[in-house]
């Protein structure tokens, strides 16, 4: 029950008083209410204004006084709760309680010599309970803290946003399709593309059992070939001319270059959009537009693959992967390129996900588009 400052006067010497700002609450208050009713009164709980927390205690409130008030009073081991407006040692000398409670903490620090003269003018019985388990002030300063690192992260997310260059289609040119650069052989020629692909098309055609795919960002088109040779009818959009060059002939004629960001309109529907490899090599805000571009295409899956952020401290964590390939210019942790998929509509497919990522190497995404 919450009682006002006039109703305290009629449970002298019939409560536990309890006191403190709780702000915000946690298992410690639980414990400390719970031990304060053990004693054998009805426990009263004086609860400090959210004044006293911005001046006295010199922090923000987390929760209002009027949510701290209906929290505590929900409590089974407290049957009064009071927002104390004046002092604590006003509060003391109205109620005149039984016992009045305090932390451990209290007995080494000292209670303020003016209710310790209340207390003993009553004849109130102090009460100090070995039950400190955190603190507010602790959570409080934590979240602050992390508030912090979140304000400079996003920052350096706002920094990074707003200067990166986007990398020309020129450059996605034969050499870097089949040039020597590349670690391990790891061109994309039809030969080489086989054996690295080994059995991702099949597994394609056996998870997502397509009818027609697209292939967003589909380089020279050797999965698309793959899929053709499966029987699937297959298409591909990419914004490098040297892609649709170097494609094998059975299928080029199905690529159009033409901007990932920007939907094309091919004139039929894709059960299956693919995007393998291709997010790493855009802008935030290029990946932004793709992933709406991505969803538009679909009539019913997704399937992605691209390198996340290796360490991510927060959602908005970013880096570059330019050691691999100099235009891996962003990687985004994993949650935040799932949020961008789901906020279009694409509900996550973790079952999909790991029978598509039979490497092992956590780079697969799965979505299934929300029928509305």
Request: neutral net charge; hydrophobic residues 35%.
């Amino acid at each position: 029950m919450i009682v006002d400052y006039s109703e305290l006067a009629r449970h002298k010497n019939g409560v536990t008083m309890v006191d403190g700002c709780f702000d915000p609450l946690h298992e410690g208050h639980l414990k400390y209410f719970e031990v304060a009713r053990s004693l054998g009164y009805p426990v009263l709980c004086n609860v400090q204004s959210d004044e006293y927390i911005r001046h006295r205690k010199a922090r923000p409130v987390v929760l209002p006084a009027p949510q701290r008030l209906k929290l505590i009073d929900s409590i089974e081991h407290i049957s009064y709760v009071h927002l104390c407006r004046t002092s604590t040692r006003d509060v003391l000398r109205k109620l005149r309680p039984a016992k009045y409670v305090k932390g451990v903490d209290w007995l080494k620090r000292g209670l303020p010599e003016e209710e310790k003269e209340v207390c003993q003018k009553y004849g109130i019985d102090i009460v100090y309970l070995n039950t400190n388990i955190g603190s507010s002030t602790n959570v409080v300063e934590k979240f602050i803290k992390e508030l912090n690192v979140m304000n400079r992260d996003m920052e350096r997310f706002e920094k990074i946003l707003f200067s990166q260059k986007e990398i020309e289609p020129q450059h996605y040119d034969e050499h870097y399709f089949q040039g020597d650069w590349r670690d391990g052989a790891n061109d994309y020629s039809i030969e080489r593309r086989r054996q690295i692909e080994a059995r991702n098309p099949v597994n394609i055609k056996e998870v997502f059992r397509p009818r027609r795919v697209l292939d967003v960002g589909c380089g020279p088109g050797a999965l698309m070939y793959f899929l053709y040779e499966l029987g699937i009818e297959s298409y591909g959009i990419d914004f490098s001319p040297a892609a649709k060059q170097l494609a094998p002939e059975q299928i080029r004629n199905n690529i159009v270059v033409a901007p990932v960001t920007e939907y094309h309109e091919f004139g039929m529907e894709f059960d299956l959009v693919i995007c393998r490899e291709l997010l790493e090599h855009l802008t935030v805000l290029q990946i932004r537009k793709t992933i709406k571009v991505l969803a538009d295409y679909t009539s019913k899956y997704l399937y992605v693959t691209t390198r996340f952020h290796p360490s991510p401290r927060g959602l908005l964590d970013i880096t570059d992967d330019r050691k691999t390939d100099p235009t891996h210019i962003t990687l985004l942790s994993k949650d935040f390129i799932k949020l961008l998929f789901m906020l279009e509509g694409l509900r996550p497919r973790p079952d999909l996900e790991e029978r598509m990522d039979w490497k092992k190497l956590g780079r697969v995404l799965v979505f299934e588009k929300v029928q509305s």
